[in-house]
């Protein structure tokens, strides 16, 4: 059973950075694409960025385009988000996902990270 294990979270304030880092536990394995997922109190869990994993084409959420950045490290199979100028809004627990092709949706999943922007 892969599992995935986050780190980085923390309480920052607004326009304050964040890196976030995950990495899959136990036996190496090899996705198509890894990202991150956030969900705040009463909202709905949204995919904030994610990253194919051989050609490392990115995606993004309208909201944080500009000031995340999602890369990979193909050595460590970890994956980040770096996370700068943080608005309040960006306050949710942070989750890392991964699949293992195109047409299956995320299926593995982190335990999640709480970040937290203060104002």
């Known amino acids: 059973q892969v599992q995935l294990v986050e780190s980085g979270g923390g309480l920052v304030q607004a326009g304050g950075s964040l890196r976030l880092s995950c990495a899959p536990s136990g036996r190496t394995f090899s996705f198509y694409s890894m990202g991150w997922f956030r969900q705040a109190p009463g909202k709905e869990r949204e995919l904030v960025a994610d990253?194919?994993?051989?050609?490392?084409?990115?995606y993004y959420i309208d909201s944080v385009k500009g000031r995340f950045t999602i890369s990979r490290d193909n050595a460590k199979n970890t994956v980040y988000l770096q996370m700068n100028s943080l608005k309040p809004e960006d306050t949710a627990i942070y989750y890392c996902?991964?699949?293992?092709?195109?047409?299956?949706?995320?299926?593995?999943w982190g335990q999640g990270t709480q970040v937290t922007v203060s104002s």
């Open positions: 990253i194919n994993w051989s050609a490392g084409r990115t």
């Open positions: 996902a991964a699949r293992n092709n195109y047409y299956t949706p995320y299926n593995y």
